[in-house]
């Protein structure tokens, strides 16, 4: 969910662009990082760990720790806490290590 | 190869005053951050600050970012590296750099490090679900990206960072069900508790969080008391749900680069962990590497912007360069670092440095 | 105790309220800080110098009430917003509090709200009489307040929902209070049958007879929407509680 009203930010409306996770079509805006955008779709799980398969979701939020890794336009192991969102990004869940192609 | 007067790595608080300050003394300053936006972690706090004017008090922290993003931008003789991280550095005093996506290396006669710090960790049962995060990683979703982390927090510690995150997603519309710190007693401000505690949210010191619950995501936690030995106490579990857990424990230093270029570390608790020892103008024990803000030991952002003016400046005069009032102008920088540890919140602060000062001359 | 629950002591209180008879003579600061840290705001944002020079920046903050006259200048440039102004003079039982409140959505001048204490517990009605939020703030609007005399000294926050709000019925059937319809209303439910369909207001024994009227005016003042513009909900029948067999009788009239 997005906030709707602060008493201390505004925050800019910025250009909605389509983008797919797990083929599911979605919209956030355009530049933010990719898991802001699927948090306001109400998307928290993104992954499941290569060797447990535990899941797996944003923590740090700032590109330090690497637990928010997806796959973008079938790159796997992208931080999508600090990667932004294009229009037409296919991002999948990342189950394990992921593949590079 | 590039070569630069002083490097520094870091554009949040220290970094940029370290900036601001060597610029001043006209030395050709290379600012290097990671992300695509300078300010650091000064981005997201929309609180204001304490401290005195000089270290703007009463400012809320974005716009302390903005004002010191415009001084910055006023020098001719910044050149700001966004988009940039700095890989590596070397014996040499090479440094390497991903910036952009393309890899550079970079000569500078002075190195400032200031990389800030990252967010400790807690281990309980459970403890990797998502919807557990980082104090900041809330922070980051809600006030930079304008996006609600959960509908309902509990925060672990209550310290200045979990007492201020627990302000902000109550202004954010999230409701927060409880603060828990393993202390005995609050850690933060008092005034940050007393924030917090009008809006009706329980503060429980001596409890902390024993396991989370959920499959997939977290529904909630089990609580357990703290005996004054630090000890669970048996029977006192109980049960509280969420649908997202906080984790602000505390910040440890983010070395790894002093590390590598072999600066002497001391492992000191009271900082954060391992912090470069350090002279009183903030060089480390290589005479080209200096530091400031959170890496050399964790503070209040204030004494991060005092310490990287410090920095900034020495590291210019080492390098031959100065200027009018030089000495009166790090005198006074000097006097604000000492005074914003002066008080009875600033002992464990004092006791820490005093162990990795070189020379411990610090007035 | 403050260093476990962030809760003043009324030992605490007491050392730093004002005289009686200060308190007779007109609003005074109330600055609630009280650990030495590293801070001067209130010292250097004070227009009429009645805060103690503070010689040292951890050196703790004390009003000189002579000079103090409760302008409230502080109140916003307070970091820890631990500064409140008491007006004890304001009516005959009655009294002024001047809070900082950094929520939205704001309340307006004229709302009844809930005042609570500081550890958020409601106190009382409050009545909000102002609210200060020129640039001069910078996003700490200002509350003016007014609560029964006795509170000067307890009531420190306010919950924007009116505390008689949730003991005013508006649905005797289903139970609906004040409080819950405009929380409903706020979270969009802005129409008759919406709030119908949640609440089941409308839909007990007495058909919508008792509140139809109320929801409809409370739509309009959250809304603007005026309750000849709003969507009228369906009628059905029956018009009175009947028991289902009765319409399991045969029409016997022949007509």
Sequence with gaps: MRIEQHPILTFPAGKMVKFTFDGKELYGKEGEPIVAALHANGIKVIGHSHNKHRPRGLYCAIGNCSSCLATVNGEPNVRTCITPLCEGMVVTMQNGKGVIK | ?363 | MIQKDGIATQEMIDSITPSAERRSKGPVAVVECFQSIPCNPCYTSCPRKAMKELIDINDMPQVNTDICNGCGVCISHCPGLAIFVIDETYGDNQCLIKMPYEFTPLPSEGDYVTATDRGGKPVCRGKVVKVVNTPMQDRTPIIHLVVPKEFSMIVRSLNINDIYDDNTYICRCEELTLGELREYIRKGYTTLDEIKRITRAGMGPCQGRTCRQLIMNEIAKLTGVKPQDQLMSTFRPPVKPVKLGFYAQEDTDNE
Aim: contains cysteine; hydrophobic residues 40%; aromatic residues 6%.
């Design chain 2, 1 to 363: 190869m590039k070569r630069t007067d002083i490097a520094i790595i870091g554009g949040g608080p220290a970094g940029l005053c370290a900036s601001i300050a060597a610029a001043k003394m006209g030395a050709k300053v290379t600012l290097i951050e990671r992300n695509s936006t300078l300010g650091g972690q000064l981005v997201k706090q929309t609180h204001m600050f304490f401290g005195s004017q000089k270290q703007y008090a009463s400012t809320r922290g974005i716009d302390i970012c903005k004002i010191l993003d415009n001084e910055v931008n006023k020098y001719d003789n910044i050149e700001v590296l966004t988009n940039t991280t700095v890989l590596g550095m070397y014996e040499d005093g090479v440094i390497t750099l991903d910036c952009n996506g393309s890899y550079k290396k970079m000569l500078p006669s002075r190195i400032i490090v200031a990389t800030g710090a990252s967010e400790k960790y807690l281990p309980f049962a459970n403890n990797d679900l998502p919807g557990i995060y980082g104090a900041g990683a809330v922070q980051t979703l809600m006030n930079v990206y304008g996006v609600k982390p959960a509908d309902s927090v509990v925060m672990v510690g209550a310290g200045n960072i979990g007492l201020i995150v627990s302000y902000q997603l109550m202004q954010a519309g999230v409701s927060v069900n409880a603060i828990i710190d393993a202390a005995p007693s609050i850690g933060g401000y008092l005034v940050h508790a007393s924030k917090v505690a009008r809006l009706g949210v329980p503060i429980l010191t001596s409890t902390t969080v024993k396991s989370a619950h959920g499959k997939e995501y977290i529904t909630g936690i089990t609580t357990v008391k703290l005996d004054d030995k630090w000890q669970e106490i048996e029977g006192s579990e109980s049960y509280l749900p969420c649908d997202n857990l906080c984790i602000s424990v505390g910040l440890s230093p983010l070395a790894e680069l002093l590390w590598q270029i072999g600066c002497e570390m001391k492992y000191v608790p009271t900082l954060g962990g391992f912090v470069p020892t350090r002279d009183n103008h903030l060089k480390t024990s290589i005479d080209s590497v200096y530091v400031a803000g959170d890496v050399a030991g964790i503070e209040e952002a204030s004494s991060a912007m005092v310490e990287g003016s410090i920095a900034g400046l020495c590291a210019s005069r080492s390098i031959g360069l100065t200027m009018t009032d030089y000495d009166k102008v790090l005198a006074d920088y000097i006097e604000q670092s000492n005074s914003l540890r002066r008080g009875p919140v600033g002992d464990k602060i004092r006791q820490g440095l005093a162990q990795v000062e070189i020379g411990g001359q610090t007035k």
